[in-house]
């Protein structure tokens, strides 16, 4: 499944630079607020439903190679986090929506590696 | 390009880093860097015959008009289309020559070049200055080989660090070599929470750890760095000392010291604040994440002087750091 049309299902908003969203393959995802579970559990490629929004999303995805990052419920990073994940290549992109939809959707869509 | 279908291909970590990388270069680079300055110009004078000629010869497909230096006109192969039709070739080429002009600064980023070509489907844009004189032109092909050029020149400056850095133990003689790095972590510091972290696995990929160790090092050094941020009250320091064969991080901090390090060991076992918990930290995960990345750990406290965690990774022999050749990547 490729991140875009991951992004056009779930109709979800890129905060980051635009990139070949196409390109990018998912096959994994993972969901958890806590940080250290993350850490622990989201495979490599993978993308992360969350509802964090605070700038050490950004440090977890980069050290785990993550594809993107969902942040859910419409909670917004502020710029310097965006700026952060820019710099580092994590693509951060956000719903409206649950977690628990989200991952509905993704689980939908054939995501159900984790 | 081989051809295959592009959704059905599974891309490498590598790739998909260049292709973002590609992304912000195209943010970063300008027009004027780019694009061919001075380029062959037609002036209102000429006939079309004259520019049909120079065109085949100079193997271009447009140029720009100028009239007395100024910009007035872009003539292109279309517009040649046109007058042979008719044929009308001993008109001037002001006759033909598209006077709608879209043009574009030299110190545009390549980015809005790209917005253009695809809003507009042109080939070619004159690029002008501040006073609106042409300084140059930029195709489509302009910006694809500055983004080429400049992307291989980064991955030489990356391979040139990483050979470098590969081979820094290779020619010191030593019974035992090691390569210490510091990190001073402040206490409460969220912004730059997991810095100290990635620094030290870009480090290790570019002496040559294959990406499992350098990922293995990189969760278990998070997780000490984060809990030095979360719960000392003076922060604390990150040592990692790097040998062939292994790698010894050392993470101290004068206080508050742990109560009970049996307790602070079991999964689920956290002191953080509601505050803390509410930004996805405190799970009681970190040091059982540390414990399961790494081949030994050691965890000594006493309250109100500090805590000292000292943990190991092992490489084995023919993935050593340091020492020569960088070892393959292995795509995961």
């Known amino acids: ?114 | 390009m081989d051809g295959a279908p592009r959704q059905n291909r599974v891309i490498s970590d590598q790739e998909a880093e260049n292709i973002s990388r590609l992304e912000e270069l195209a943010y970063e680079i300008r027009v004027e860097q780019v694009m061919t300055s001075n380029p062959y110009v037609f002036t209102t004078s000429q006939t079309m015959r004259e520019a049909t000629v120079t065109l085949r010869q100079m193997r271009i497909s447009g140029a720009p008009v100028l009239h007395n230096g100024d910009l007035v006109g872009i003539l292109s192969i279309e517009d040649v289309i046109r007058c042979l039709i008719e044929p009308d070739l001993d008109s001037p080429v002001t006759k033909y020559m598209t006077t709608k002009l879209i043009t574009i600064r030299a110190t545009d980023l390549l980015v809005d070049a790209l917005k253009m070509f695809v809003n507009t489907k042109l080939g070619r844009l004159p690029v002008i200055d501040p006073n609106g004189k042409l300084v140059g032109i930029i195709t489509k092909g302009d910006v694809t080989r500055g983004l080429l050029k400049a992307l291989q020149q980064e991955t030489q400056v990356e391979e040139m660090r990483r050979y470098r850095a590969s081979r820094i133990f290779e020619d010191i003689e030593s019974d035992r070599t090691s390569l210490i790095l510091r990190y001073d972590i402040q206490a409460h510091d969220f912004t730059h929470g997991g810095s100290a972290s990635s620094r030290i696995k870009r480090a290790l990929i570019r002496l040559g750890a294959s990406p499992q160790i350098a990922r293995r090092a990189g969760i278990a050094i998070y997780e000490a760095e984060m809990n030095l941020i979360i719960h000392t009250t003076k922060g604390g320091v990150i040592r990692v000392e790097i040998e062939p064969h292994q790698i010894s991080i050392d993470v101290y901090d004068y206080g508050p010291g742990i109560a009970d390090v049996q307790k602070a060991l079991q999964p689920g076992y956290s002191t953080a604040s509601e505050e803390i918990r509410e930004l996805g930290f405190g799970a009681g995960m970190g040091l059982v994440n540390i414990a399961r990345c790494t081949d030994s750990m050691s965890l000594d406290s006493v309250v109100g002087k500090g805590t000292r965690l000292r943990i190991k990774i092992f490489l084995p022999q023919q993935e050593a750091m340091g020492e020569g050749p960088v070892p393959k990547e292995t795509a995961q």
């Open chain 1, 1 to 114: 499944m490729n991140l875009q049309t991951i992004i056009n299902t779930l109709e979800l908003t890129p905060l980051t630079n635009p990139a070949d969203f196409e390109s990018i393959q998912v096959e994994k995802g993972y969901t958890s607020d806590l940080l250290s579970c993350v850490m622990a559990g989201a495979p490599h490629g993978s993308v992360w439903v969350t509802l964090q929004a605070h700038g050490n999303i950004v440090a977890v995805a980069a050290l785990l190679e993550l594809s993107a990052i969902i942040i859910t419920e419409g909670a917004m990073p502020d710029p310097a986090t965006i700026t952060k994940a820019n710099e580092e290549g994590i693509i951060l992109l956000s719903t409206p929506q649950p977690s628990y939809w989200t991952v509905g959707k993704l689980w939908e869509l054939g995501i159900q590696e984790n």
